[in-house]
């Protein structure tokens, strides 16, 4: 049982969930791929208006599954293919989706669901939804790509807080950085989220796909491809980007994790 | 009576006023003319120290004078010229203005209003003022050049709300977002707005005028006019960015707000 | 006495504190030297984990050091060896210091004390202290390279707040805009901060500095050296950035400042 990715459709609306029972939704590499192969499809769909993105069981995502971890992570090479291929294919077909996307978010929205998260165009959460990316703990940097996507949606700040502190922050703390759009009682989000897409399925839609072409040419060139594009030029074309995967600080978080004890760097 | 732009000043401040009767100061293609003229003109007055921009009777700028617009807007050629020689030529007059801009907002700052309010170095607003550019209502999207300023002058993630979902926002939301420098209740803003302006007449204007130009060149490069440029190659130069003129959708939208009718998407 | 940089430092984590008594530690030429001479040796320290750096005596640093400045300010070579040479050296190595780096800020964070704090990664206040750059009083713009540097941090419009009208904000405006990370009562925040600097100690220590390489990576690209480096292509390079050294506003700025008198621009 490695997750999946749950999708319901009417019309105009697609709901797709985030789905891994136990885990908080931690997403999978077959997650990953078939987040990558759902967004293809959806944005394929000329009739489609909206897009909600949420978890199941009352959390968002809780971060990458990282009992899989030990099968690649150690590997440069592996790695890489991880990073580059599932993790940023499928986050690369949310960015290219033309649909406007909505993040439904409640409880636990860490590391792989902040990612997942900082690809939508509109964000709502629960006021006791949780943010953060501790990988510090797990002894491991985020991906270049996937830190310009996370710094731009966060603020550098928080992001920096996040990488380097491991802090984690509270909805009302998102919103006032930028990334929340709406924070709301846990008992309202969801008919909230349900009406903003019937709203939004009513607008123009033509219009809409055209914004956000605009708002993705825009950083293009500006910022997260551009900057992500540059990461890549100036941090993985060496290779170093990866390098760190046979280090001992890297075996160590994750073992510790996965032994559940506290890891010593 | 299409609206005109008044304009009084002592020897250091200028404030210019935004005036269309009955329609919350919309902007008619003759005011756009007359914003560029405006600050042409002040732009070259070496005096000048400060420049307020307001709206008349209680409103900034409600956007665009609609019941013009099924005179140009359904047409290619004539689309552009609107978007880039009217609107961009007055924010473009504004954006290369070294005098420093306060914009003093009541009411509703929507779409135009909201671009002119983003071309101003400070922006003080009422508590009660209200933010948007629900033209999806309208049937069409925001230019690109329009995009990239409002874009960052909101913040990306309150841009795709008020683009793709039509969102209105509070004047407190918008101080969180670091869109405005101050809010205050409606009976306080023009005192508060004449003394600031009175306080930065009396600072060093040589240093404001380099402190504007040297953050107009950070952000040429950086992100406005490089993000500008980069949409109307990406968008406008092979013409799609104006190629909605005669589609159904947009023809909807108009019509149905001059019919004063919900329109059908 | 011109103030000095003072360091303590156990195995993983240093304290640099700015210290210039009577002056709220104000930021002497030799200050700025010794701060870049110390990141050069703690940036080179591979055991180092965490740096905090923080003011002496209830103060983080109220700026420059203005009695120091008609010995240099008026001569545009001089100027600009200040600036591009012991300001932004200072401020290069401390955004080349791959240890992550705490601001701990009590009471005035003002000038150059903000341009040292925009080069931290994690910023922490007390709820009593306060930003800006009131320099306009004193008749002189920001530096290019120093303005994007700060502009970045705490968001253009309060940026623009702070330079043309000589703003000053309070901490919790400091934190809804993204450049702190959190604000606490005064009683709590050095113990916080230690706090802080042990839990980053503890974390993995590869990986923050990729982290950091990432980002710096990022904004080497997108803002900041980019920016920084547009700044002085167009504005630097054909000397007008330091033309003003000379002029009557610049001169009186300074001068009225030490003349203890308010200055007549």
């Known amino acids: 049982m490695a997750g999946d990715i749950a999708v319901s459709a009417d019309e105009t609306v697609a709901w797709v969930t985030l789905r891994h029972a136990g885990k908080f939704n931690a997403m999978s590499r077959a997650m990953w791929r078939s987040l990558k192969a759902v967004f293809d499809d959806l944005g394929a769909d000329p009739a489609l208006r909206c897009i909600v993105v949420k978890g199941d069981a009352g959390h968002f995502c809780a971060g990458g599954d990282i009992g899989e971890y030990p099968g690649f992570r150690f590997d440069p090479v592996l790695l890489q293919e991880f990073h580059e291929d599932d993790v940023w294919g499928a986050l690369q077909a949310m960015l290219d989706c033309d649909v406007p996307l909505i993040a439904h978010i409640q409880g636990n929205c860490m590391g792989a669901g902040l990612e997942i998260a900082s690809c939508c165009d509109l964000r709502l959460a629960s006021t006791v939804a949780r943010f953060g990316a501790p990988i510090a703990r797990l002894g491991f940097p985020m991906a270049p790509r996937e830190a310009a996507l996370v710094g731009r949606a966060v603020g550098e700040m928080t992001a920096r807080a996040m990488l380097l502190a491991a802090d984690v922050f509270d909805a009302p703390h998102m919103h006032t950085q930028g990334f929340l759009t709406r924070v709301l009682p846990e008992s309202h989000l969801a008919d909230h989220v349900q009406a903003l897409a019937q709203r939004i399925a009513a607008l123009a839609p033509q219009a ?29 074309n060496d290779a170093a980007a990866y390098a760190y995967a046979d280090s001992a600080e890297h075996r160590e978080g994750v073992s510790a994790f996965i032994e559940k004890r506290p890891p010593g760097f």
Do not use: D, P, S, V
């Open 208 to 236: 809409a796909r055209m914004n956000k072409q605009t708002l993705r040419a825009l950083n293009g060139r500006l910022a997260l491809a551009g900057c992500a594009q540059c990461a890549t030029e100036l941090i993985a």
